[in-house]
Nanobody
Framework: QVQLVESGGGLVQPGGSLRLSCAAS????????MGWHRQAPGKQRELVAV???????NYADSVKGRFTISRDNAKNTVYLQMNSLKPEDTAVYYC??????????????WGQGTQVTVSS
């Protein structure tokens, strides 16, 4: 099993910044894609950003140019730098890690979620 521990959420004013971190531990084989999703009240969980093992990135249109995903493979950690935050970014943010003995046998693990609230 892989355990994911998230940190960095909180309350921030519109236009502010936050940095989320997610560290993986446990029975880790290869880590392939790492990513962040979010879920706002009454809405479905949506992809925010993903980074592959080759450091290719992809972002939801709503966060392009404002959020940056990165990873530190030595620390098995993925980050999400969030700038120019808007009230509509308010949600519980979940990290995910795809890990396994091969890319075709990778399993997706989820963090417990961290609350991000953007409000004045």
């Amino acid at each position: 099993q892989v355990q994911l521990v998230e940190s960095g959420g909180g309350l921030v004013q519109p236009g502010g910044s936050l940095r989320l971190s997610c560290a993986a531990s446990g029975s880790i084989f290869n880590i392939y894609a790492m990513g962040w999703h979010r879920q706002a009240p009454g809405k479905q969980r949506e992809l925010v950003a993903v980074i592959t093992s080759g450091s290719n990135t992809n972002y939801a249109d709503s966060v392009k140019g404002r959020f940056t995903i990165s990873r530190d493979n030595a620390k098995n950690t993925v980050y999400l730098q969030m700038n120019s935050l808007k009230p509509e970014d308010t949600a519980v943010y979940y990290c995910n890690v795809d890990s396994g003995t091969s890319v075709t046998r990778a399993v997706r693990f989820w963090g417990q979620g961290t609350q991000v609230t953007v409000s004045s």
